[in-house]
């Protein structure tokens, strides 16, 4: 609807570049993903994997000091279809963005906007292995472990991991910037006014959680390590892939 804001924006840097490539591949896939007939199987799948990643995680979890951590990171990252108003928010104001926002942010709503892509789609891939190809009523972790590598290319997998890694690394840095904190501190009103209100609530959330916790590169690299683990155990076929949980 609005790819010619996309298309005519006036580029000026590297990061603003990344971000209109990735806005551009996202755009029309969502626009299918939307209205694909597998969205009901999509909220089973969603609400199962969210379940699962806290089962996985579930002493970190259950730690108040990174509980809302947590919940930022499999709700707002890993649930990309709960966003599909911010994500309509970007295209049509992109332009705007691109004044508003500093620099460095620009590259991270890209990476963000690359996750989701991906994610909708290695989503949409295993939902339609799950209730099509193996026609199953209800997710378990066995028909899991058996649609999960024949839905999606093991790589492509490994780099969704690598993209929350790397989101969660950039708002751990910015937390240490006072320039960026300041910066999303006076652009709340511009950014409402701009139609931004999604995206600046998610960076400003992002913000506080990282911020209210202690050792995030530590808790980063114990989620991707058991992550990475599970992975490779799934792709392995390893049926009591779940029960591997040490980091």
């Not at 790819?3 to 840097?13: F, R, V």
């Not at 460095?104 to 292995?129: F, G, K, M, R, Y």
């Not at 911020?211 to 392995?236: F, G």
Request: glycine share 2%; no cysteine; aromatic share 10%.
């Amino acid at each position: 609807m609005y790819k010619n804001k996309l298309l005519n924006a006036h580029i000026k840097s590297e990061s603003a570049a990344r971000l209109q490539k990735q806005l551009l591949a996202y755009h029309d896939f969502r626009y299918v993903f939307a209205q694909s007939p597998l969205s009901e199987e999509l909220d089973k799948l969603a609400s199962w994997q969210t379940h699962r990643l806290r089962k996985t995680h579930e002493d970190i979890y259950h730690d108040p000091r990174y509980r809302a951590g947590l919940e930022f990171l499999f709700q707002d990252l890993y649930q990309p279809k709960r966003f599909y108003q911010r994500d309509n928010e970007i295209d049509r104001i992109f332009p705007t963005m691109l004044k508003i926002l500093p620099e460095p942010l620009l590259d991270t709503i890209a990476s963000l906007i690359e996750l989701n892509h991906l994610t909708q789609e290695l989503d949409l891939n295993l939902a339609d292995t799950l209730f099509n190809q193996f026609r199953v009523n209800e997710i378990n972790e066995q028909n899991y472990i058996q649609a999960y590598p024949i839905s999606s290319d093991k790589q492509k997998r490994l780099h969704q991991i690598q993209l929350i890694a790397n989101i969660g690394d950039d708002l751990e840095q910015y937390t240490k910037s006072r320039f960026l904190l300041f910066s999303l501190k006076v652009t709340r009103k511009p950014a409402e006014i701009a139609g931004l209100a999604s995206l600046h609530q998610f960076l400003s959330r992002g913000f506080a959680t990282f911020n209210a916790m202690p050792d995030v590169p530590q808790l980063l690299a114990t989620i991707i390590s058991r992550e990475t683990q599970l992975l490779n155990h799934i792709y392995d076929r390893q049926l009591d892939a779940f029960s591997l949980r040490s980091a």
